[in-house]
């Protein structure tokens, strides 16, 4: 048997999964809130408003959202 074969106790390839978890939810994160920034900048340049409200909700919205789903991933 040889000495480098992992046992089911383990945790060496721990510290790889948290990377990649902690990775993809800033990646996550990135998405869901340039979505919403981009859909409410489209709708304020669509209504031709002088003011950015839509995209100002929509983009805290995302914000929201976000912090929303990071908690509930990192309570797993």
Partial sequence: MANNE??????SGKPVN???????I???M??????F???GYEIDKH?????PWVTAMLSL?????SLYLV???LKD
């Fill in 61 to 65: 919205i995302g914000v929201f959202i």
């Fill in 37 to 39: 920034t981009f859909v």
């Fill in 26 to 28: 800033a990646f996550q």
């Fill in 6 to 11: 992992q046992k089911p106790g383990d945790n």
């Fill in 30 to 35: 990135f998405a869901i809130i340039g979505v």
């Fill in 18 to 24: 948290n990377y990649i978890k902690y990775s993809s």
């Fill in 47 to 51: 209504a031709q408003h002088a003011t």
């Fill in 71 to 73: 908690i509930k991933s």
